[in-house]
């Protein structure tokens, strides 16, 4: 069946410094890939989707691009904040097939001053 | 437009006791969830609706767990009995349709001493 890994938490990193969340998927279909983020008190929320291989989607400084021959999704930035502090999760889900969308465990992002 | 909302945010049980946690989804979203998030397993699937009908009700939780569909605008997740171990966030999402992004509600943390 489709299932998603992602990096294990907790990632802890100082402001101003890099992330890379990766993702890695298995499918047999051609799935559209998310990306959400979930702040402390709240619900998951969609931070960017691309349903496309070989595309890149972005939002608030984070980007990812599908790679569909190497199945992964790593989710980046280049330079974190604080109020980047939050639990990432990435997500499969196939429209056409009618497949619901899959998660991965998430991981807990804390970035200190 | 409003989100998915849900009542009530927290709740705290005894051992045994039956509890009925509620959801509202978006407005004209055919598909509804429910998952449990916990630190450990990240979200796991409890159950998943479409049109109000029952699609997948996760194996693991039949027992104690069961979500109904009353109406297109609201559905509920029983607990009964209630234990201990089932301490945890209880998220309601919904979509327009299968694959697609979900919408989370605020969620309703659930603890059973």
């Known amino acids: 069946g489709d299932s998603v890994t992602q990096t294990e938490g907790p990632v802890t990193l100082s402001e101003g410094t890099s992330l890379t969340v990766n993702c890695s998927y298995e499918t047999k279909q051609y799935p559209t890939l998310f990306w959400y983020v979930q702040y402390p008190g709240e619900g998951p929320q969609l931070l960017f989707k691309v349903p496309k291989a070989n595309e890149k989607g972005s939002n608030r400084g984070f980007e990812a691009t599908y790679n569909k021959e190497a199945t992964s999704f790593h989710l980046q930035k280049a330079s974190v904040q604080e109020s980047d502090s939050a639990v990432y999760y990435c997500a499969l889900g196939d429209p056409n097939s009618g497949t619901y969308q899959r998660f991965g465990t998430g991981t807990k992002l804390q970035v200190v001053p | 437009d409003a989100g998915v909302t849900q009542t009530p945010r927290h709740e705290v049980a005894e051992k045994g006791q039956t509890i009925i946690l509620k959801c509202e989804p978006v407005s004209g979203h055919n598909d509804l969830f429910w998952y449990r998030q916990t630190k450990i397993q990240g979200l796991e699937l409890l159950s998943y609706?479409?049109?109000?009908?029952?699609?997948?009700d996760g194996g693991a939780f039949k027992d104690r767990f069961k979500a109904e569909m009353l109406n297109s605008s609201f559905s509920t997740l029983k607990i009964q009995p209630t234990e201990p171990k089932d301490s945890a966030v209880y998220l309601c999402?919904?979509?327009?349709?299968?694959?697609?992004?979900?919408?989370f509600g605020p969620g309703t943390r659930l603890t059973v001493l």
């Open positions: 999402a919904s979509s327009l349709e299968k694959g697609i992004e979900q919408y």
């Open positions: 609706f479409r049109s109000k009908s029952l699609m997948e």
